[in-house]
């Protein structure tokens, strides 16, 4: 059985930074494409950044260069490394994993779930 558990949501301020964490059971993350998507209330879940499985990685436009993913393969955990953080940023974060070579920031490329952790941006 896959899980993925999030973990390092919280309120921060704005220009501050965060980590999030998604610990991988029943998986071996560095076989797998993985991904942090996240959903602000009323907003439809977007990409935000992905990491084939073969080193390759994609970010949302307007994160790129605050957002860094990254796995921790010793650990079998995925991590979101996030700086300089905007109120525009406050959303639920879920990370997302699948077999096979994808960087994609479509929801529908991976099979996986987490159950998302809550990220809130003050300004």
């Known amino acids: 059985q896959v899980v993925l558990e999030e973990s390092g949501g919280g309120t921060v301020q704005a220009e501050g930074s965060l980590r999030l964490s998604c610990s991988a059971s029943g998986v071996t993350i560095s076989e797998y494409s993985i991904a942090w998507f996240r959903q602000a209330p009323g907003k439809k879940r977007e990409g935000v950044a992905a990491l084939s499985n073969t080193g390759l990685n994609s970010y949302k436009d307007s994160v790129e260069g605050r957002f860094t993913i990254s796995r921790d393969s010793d650990k079998n955990v995925l991590y979101l490394q996030m700086s300089t953080l905007l109120p525009e940023d406050t959303a639920v974060y879920t990370c997302?994993?699948?077999?096979?070579?994808?960087?994609?920031?479509?929801?529908?490329?991976?099979?996986?779930w987490g159950q998302g952790t809550l990220v809130i941006v003050s300004s």
């Open positions: 997302a994993a699948t077999r096979g070579i994808s960087n994609s920031l479509y929801p529908f490329a991976y099979t996986f």
